[in-house]
């Protein structure tokens, strides 16, 4: 039996010698080394031999598995590593070559203003209203008379607002305003939101102005706030947008949903306050409107007033944008055309 381990060492080896191929490597370990190999049947036949003998023969069938188990993995190791040379030089690719160019598209620089107002506002504890409560098209009891705009005031006018025929008093909606209605009406304070959205409103398209644009309105409703809030957010909010060098300034305005009422302007991008065409000569820019929650606003929607106060703001999504990157023409934004939107 001695012998045999020897002869089937030499065949092995001799077999090892004249392999080309991983295939073969894979034929000689199942032919010697596998359950049904040459050496397990070796093995099988011990229990035949005496003692003195199955120590010898034992010892010497785990030395021939051993060496033969060495040998075959050495000669895989070195057949994987002459496939996969052979495989990468046929896979290889010639990064010197020319290719085509294919741009990627980029997202819209209003899509980039929206989600950057949104990121501000929400790391100064704002949170954005659920898209259920922010529908483009509205009814004019929310969009109008629960805002506290009056049944002849001017904004009402189809000059203005785009009524639909699906039902009477049926528009697209001017502002995101009903959004804040709708929050109210369904959560009680302290409301602390933000609702970016489409509106529409009947202009003619011109260089500053188009019918359809985007908006930004934030609200917040909680006892004791006061002006001095609403000035610290937006004065935060432009600081962080525009940077802390544009200085604002707060004129007062008129706006039925709230009352005191203010207009926020920034420092001419332009001209630096100077005064030029851009600013009409002022040095400063228009950026958004803002105030206090009228009392009607809160009675409304079934807050008490005497109770709980809140402010409210609405910014030009495009307005911003323009002021922000030097844009003199709003359709810009509308016409596709990628030698515009690709500097984005």
């Known amino acids: 039996m001695k012998e045999k381990l020897e002869q089937i060492l030499k065949n092995?080896?001799?077999?090892?010698?004249?392999?080309?191929?991983?295939?073969?490597?894979?034929?000689?370990?199942?032919?010697?080394?596998?359950?049904?190999?040459?050496?397990?049947?070796?093995?099988k036949n011990l229990k035949d031999l005496s003692d003195e003998d199955k120590r010898i023969v034992g010892s010497l069938a785990n030395n021939v598995y051993n060496e033969l188990d060495e040998l075959i993995n050495s000669k895989n190791d070195e057949f994987y590593k002459i496939e996969l040379n052979k495989k990468l030089e046929n896979e290889k690719i010639d990064i010197t070559l020319p290719s085509d160019f294919r741009p990627q598209g980029k997202v819209h620089p209003l899509t980039q203003t929206v989600n950057e107002i949104v990121e501000i506002f929400q790391g100064l504890g704002f949170s954005v209203m659920p898209s259920e409560y922010s529908p483009e098209v509205e009814t004019e009891y929310i969009n109008f008379d629960m805002l506290n705009f009056p049944p002849n005031h001017p904004a009402?006018?189809?000059?203005?607002?785009?009524?639909?025929?699906?039902?009477?008093?049926?528009?697209?909606?001017?502002?995101?305003s009903g959004a804040q209605i709708r929050q109210m009406l369904n959560h009680k304070p302290p409301v602390r939101v933000i609702s970016p959205g489409r509106v529409y409103r009947c202009e003619s398209v011109s260089a500053r102005k188009n019918n359809l644009f985007h908006q930004i309105?934030?609200?917040?409703?909680?006892?004791?706030?006061?002006?001095?809030?609403?000035?610290?957010?937006?004065?935060?909010f432009v600081r962080i947008y525009f940077g802390s060098a544009r200085p604002t300034r707060f004129r007062a305005s008129y706006f039925p949903f709230t009352e005191p009422s203010a207009e926020v302007d920034?420092?001419?991008?332009?001209?630096?306050?100077?005064?030029?065409?851009?600013?009409?000569?002022?040095?400063?820019?228009?950026v958004?409107?803002?105030?206090?929650?009228?009392?009607?606003?809160?009675?409304?929607v079934g807050i008490d007033p005497e109770v709980y106060s809140g402010f409210a703001f609405g910014m030009g999504v495009e307005r911003l944008t323009m002021l922000k990157y030097a844009i003199n023409d709003i359709r810009l934004f509308f016409n596709n055309d990628t030698r515009f939107l690709k500097q984005f």
């Open 266 to 286: 920034v420092q001419c991008i332009m001209c630096q306050g100077r005064g030029c065409r851009t600013c009409s000569g002022t040095g400063w820019l228009e």
């Open 288 to 300: 958004l409107g803002a105030g206090m929650v009228h009392a009607n606003v809160l009675r409304n």
């Open 12 to 43: 092995a080896k001799d077999e090892l010698a004249n392999a080309n191929s991983l295939q073969d490597l894979d034929d000689i370990r199942l032919k010697y080394l596998s359950r049904k190999g040459e050496l397990n049947s070796i093995k």
């Open 156 to 176: 009402k006018d189809m000059q203005d607002t785009f009524y639909t025929k699906t039902a009477p008093n049926v528009i697209l909606r001017s502002q995101t």
């Open 217 to 236: 309105e934030g609200l917040l409703v909680d006892k004791d706030i006061t002006f001095a809030d609403l000035k610290g957010i937006l004065n935060e």
